[in-house]
């Protein structure tokens, strides 16, 4: 993927992250936006990651990797730029080519908004690209071989489920496991369903509910990701 390509997908997301934070804990008192890591796979954002410490965000990075088959991650956290507020984001393609893009927040409130996205250059702190190709170079779950709940295991029966339904259930237990992982330091994992029968399957594999967005406006992928 092009890296504007990558940027129109995620900067809406963060837009509504950023707002939420303005308001977190129902007062007017501006809060920082949790640092995030958003995971792309075939052209659509599915699942994120956000918790109050860059570390345990980070954390989550192989687990997404693996457990997804992101073909990006994005790391987006607040920044100072030049002494005004900005959100960074540290983008990271499967083939390990990595990215610092830069956006200006302006406004506030509903009238938030986030400016063009820039060249970042070379990062002050390369830890996060270095965390982040480590994760990619991992090799992804297989979805192929999910074995089926629905069957006594009779002679003729499928043993597996067809690959974009196993899709969905891989994707479903990555997201419980990381909710799991950073629920307790006020964190949320979130998956976004491509489709009514995905976010079905999903939540049927043991994926806590809170963890679902729908996405029915999603870019229909073009092999195994979804119900």
């Known amino acids: 993927m092009l890296i504007a390509d990558v940027m129109a997908l995620v900067v809406p997301p ?7 934070s303005r308001t977190r804990g129902g007062t007017d008192a501006v809060q920082p936006m949790f640092p995030t890591i958003i995971a792309l796979r075939n052209d659509r954002v599915v699942a994120a990651v956000s918790t109050p410490r860059m570390e345990a965000t980070l954390s989550c990075a192989s687990t997404l990797s693996v457990g997804v088959g992101a073909s990006v991650l994005v790391v987006a956290a607040e920044a100072v730029v030049n002494g005004s507020p900005a959100v960074a984001y540290t983008v990271m393609t499967r083939d390990r080519r990595g990215k610092l893009v830069l956006q200006k927040v302006e406004g506030e409130g509903e009238e938030l908004r986030l400016s063009r996205p820039v060249d970042g250059g070379e990062p002050a702190d390369p830890s996060i690209l270095r965390v982040l190709a480590d994760a990619v170079g991992q090799k992804p779950l297989s979805v192929s071989s999910v074995a089926r709940k629905d069957t006594g295991g009779t002679f003729g029966e499928e043993t597996f489920l067809p690959p974009e339904q196993g899709r969905v259930v ?28 995905a976010a079905r399957l999903a939540l049927e594999a043991g994926m806590p509910r809170r963890c679902l967005l729908g996405d029915g406006d999603s870019h229909t992928d073009s092999d195994t990701d979804g119900a």
Do not use: C, F, K
């Open 170 to 197: 891989v994707d479903a237990g990555t997201v419980r496991t990381l909710q799991q992982r950073v629920e307790q330091i006020g964190g949320r994992a979130l998956y976004v369903a491509r489709s009514p029968e």
């Open 14 to 20: 963060v837009t509504d992250l950023l707002r939420r």
